[in-house]
């Protein structure tokens, strides 16, 4: 591997890990006097600004930060003093919170009441559930729900369908494993794709079949769009579900997200509701990779205030829950498929086409972000990367990992060398824990969820959840990451310890460094002046209170661009 050609990446992407825009806070303050329309005050400012960390007031005008600093200095900028003074008693304030990765979709389907299964504490409360929404549901209607989670029932086995096929005859049911990389089909579901004992696999994907031969009705990554093309969904179109997501996302002080795939017909209603003003977050859109090609061949790259669309989603592998990661070695509890061949994953997509995209992108000006869980599937996005930087050397091009979940000791320093941004969710780690060993043993595991060595190696990791996957609360994604332990406080002094990130590290991933991967960190994720007024009003400190009193801490205020767009009751 020729690294001396990568070195100008990484030397500039160092360059720009310096702190955003050279302004001096009071400069021109003075010359002209400045017009203030908001000042906060008796607060208690974490900036993340290196040249004034902390802050007593904040003076917002036309959307941005126009200083931070005492709350006498502010008072004297503004020489009319007519603006508005809020009283923020004591709360502290942080950056805008931004999620690197997350479905709005999904989450606004979940909030506007699909089925959803992730409280059933084992299959018969899932059968339960769905043989009563089965009930209420047309004979022949389609019931579709998500969420469930086989490693938290007692058993800890994939299900079948044959007893959920019993209670709903009248109805094709499909519902999704938590990870989105599998599903539960009932019989009539399977019926209408068309699945039967001579249905083959599809490529990057698999039809699980129990011992006689016949499928057991999960499908796993690429083996589910068998189903997924079948149902007709009727229900709340795509506008009620973004417009709930958004409400849901402002309500826990999200001031922007990661859309990690987005259709040309999601980007249409987001930029309609982005023109009628009803687009408060800032959405970053990433295109699912099926529309890539032809969308971005005729569309140029789209950088807007609330909706910007520039990057595009792959995915090489699926997920370790479902044992769809691509693995270098074969899976712990699962080390032959059941042909008896050696069992290692699923490639979703193929490294060529993953290299060629990349490519693609680097020519259109697209960032690629690439979903990859297992260590196999990591090295393979790795290594395409690197084939494509080789060709074309763009010091910009911010390719991303998404999830990263397990590295191969080898390919720790590489995202750093590569410049290759890795995009993880911190509530992913503390889910996964219970059984991410019995997936890949002792050894590989300790590769799982590296954040201190990613960072420790120079690498910038932006922080998500993953909603609907994980919670959308950034609390709980920010408190996993400082403590790698359950809601429990367990284990105690939290999982492979070492891995921890501290609060500040934390801090950036979900705010300077999440708007890094999203090319925007001279504009949002720290408050100083000229960036966008987007920050959080919380009613602890989650800097320095017990971390225990972390995930229950409270949003009293969401403010985007100078505008509140939620307050706590
Ligand atoms: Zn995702």
């Known amino acids: 591997m020729p690294l001396i050609r990568i070195v100008p990446v990484v030397t500039l992407a160092l360059a720009l890990s310096a702190p955003a825009v050279g302004q001096d806070h009071s400069d021109h303050d003075h010359k ?40 006498a200095r502010l008072r004297n900028l503004d020489r009319y003093g007519d603006f508005e003074v809020i009283d923020l008693s004591g709360a502290t304030v942080i950056p805008g919170l931004i999620d690197a990765h997350g479905h709005l979709g999904s989450l606004g389907s979940f909030g506007l009441g699909q089925l959803d299964l992730s409280r059933a504490a084992s299959f018969d409360d899932v059968i339960a559930q769905v043989a009563a929404a089965a009930r209420a549901a047309d004979p022949g209607a389609w019931i579709v729900g998500g969420r469930w989670d086989h490693e938290s029932w007692p058993e800890r086995k994939l299900p079948t369908h044959a007893r959920l096929s ?38 990057g994907g698999e039809i699980l079949r129990g011992a006689d031969g016949a499928a057991t009705g999960v499908l796993i990554d690429n083996a589910m769009n068998l189903v997924e093309t079948k149902i007709d969904r009727a229900g709340a179109g795509s506008e009620a579900l973004l417009l709930k997501a958004q409400e849901m996302c402002l309500a826990v002080g999200l001031t922007g997200v990661h859309d990690a795939g987005v259709s040309p017909a999601d980007v249409e209603v987001f930029r309609r509701l982005e023109r009628e003003g009803r687009l408060k977050l800032r959405v970053y859109g990433m295109l699912s990779a099926a529309y890539t090609l032809e969308y971005f061949a005729r569309n140029p ?34 080390p032959t498929d059941e042909a008896g061949a050696p069992y290692t994953g699923l490639a979703v997509m193929s490294p060529q086409m993953i290299e060629k995209l990349a490519s693609f992108g680097l020519a259109r000006g697209v960032q690629v972000c690439t979903h990859a869980i297992g260590d196999r599937g990591n090295r393979e996005v790795l290594d395409a990367y690197e084939r494509a930087l080789q060709r074309a050397r763009l010091p910009e091009h911010r390719f991303r990992i998404e999830h990263a979940q397990l590295l191969s000791p080898e390919d720790i320093p590489r995202f750093a060398e590569l410049g290759v941004i890795a ?62 332990q359950d809601l429990d406080g367990k284990p105690d002094g939290g999982w492979q310890s070492g891995e921890r990130m501290t609060r500040t590290e934390a801090l950036r991933a979900f705010t300077l460094d999440a708007a890094y991967a999203a090319f925007e960190e001279e504009r949002k994720g720290s408050l100083l002046p000229g960036k966008l007024a987007d920050f959080v009003v919380l009613n602890r400190d989650i800097m320095t209170c017990p971390v225990g009193e972390i995930p229950t801490t409270r949003v009293l205020r969401t403010v985007i661009g100078g505008e509140t767009v939620h307050t706590a009751e």
């Not at 595991?445 to 994980?470: C, K, M, N, Q, T």
């Open 301 to 334: 790259p789209l950088v807007g205030d609330r909706f910007t669309l520039r990057a595009c989603k792959l995915y090489a592998d699926g997920a370790m829950g479902s044992r769809g990661a691509w693995l270098l070695a074969p899976y712990s509890d699962r």
């Open 166 to 203: 019993a209670v709903t005859p009248d109805n094709p049911v499909w519902i999704t494993r938590v990870d989105g990389h599998s599903g539960l089909a009932n019989e009539a579901a399977l019926k209408r794709a068309g699945i039967s004992r001579e249905t083959t696999s599809p490529t």
């Open 423 to 484: 995009s993880m969710q911190p509530t992913h780690c503390t889910t996964d824990m219970r059984w991410v060993a019995d997936r890949v043993g002792d050894e590989r595991a300790r590769g799982a969820y590296a954040w201190a060595s990613l960072l420790r190696h120079g690498a910038r990791i932006a922080a998500g959840s993953d909603f609907p996957v994980e919670g959308h609360n950034p609390m709980l994604g920010f408190y996993a990451a400082v403590t790698r």
């Open 32 to 71: 002209h006097g400045v017009h203030i329309e908001k000042l906060y005050v008796n607060a208690n400012v974490y900036t993340l600004d290196p040249r004034q960390p902390r802050a007593a007031a904040i003076a917002v005008a036309d959307g941005q930060i126009v200083a931070t600093g005492p709350e």
